[in-house]
């Protein structure tokens, strides 16, 4: 029981970490990239429904990334397992994001920018939940 509640925790850290680093880059997006650069206008978001939609996938998203980083740090403190693992939720997000440029009329730099976001955003994620476990926030996974 004490296993899931860590997880939990863990979970609730990284789904916090992700949905604030994704409500700062749609800010970012849509008062400084979308206001100076005119190839990204497109990135420019209102507060309808696509909005919160993509908040709450990017906040379940961080929820599913605590709890799995919380396991990929369980037995050693490889540094390229930790990368490995923000690199995989990143870059599974962000190659979306590209994909779906390539099937759409539009240019493709403005998917290429929601692509390194996702991985930056997985990258403040992971430094969130470093420091939750560095100040037993979190404990991490002890194995048997």
């Keep these: 029981m004490a296993e899931r509640l ?19 880059a749609s800010l970012l997006n849509t008062f400084v990239l979308a206001k100076y650069f005119q190839i990204l206008v497109c990135l420019q978001s209102d507060l309808n429904w696509h909005l919160w939609v993509s908040g709450a996938v990017a906040t379940f998203t961080g929820f599913l990334f605590g709890v799995t980083y919380r396991y990929i740090i369980r037995s050693d403190q ?13 870059l599974v997000r962000g190659l979306t994001q590209i994909e779906l440029g390539w099937n759409s009329h539009s240019i493709i ?25 560095q100040f037993r926030w979190v404990k991490p996974f002890s194995s048997i």
């Design 6 to 24: 860590e997880s939990l925790k863990a979970g609730i850290v990284g789904g916090l970490s992700v949905c604030l680093a994704f409500a700062i």
């Design 78 to 90: 490889n540094p390229q397992l930790k990368a490995g693992g923000v690199l995989a939720f990143g």
């Design 109 to 133: 730099w403005p998917f290429l920018v929601l692509a390194f976001e996702s991985v930056l955003w997985f990258g403040i994620a992971a430094i969130a939940l470093n420091i939750a476990i």
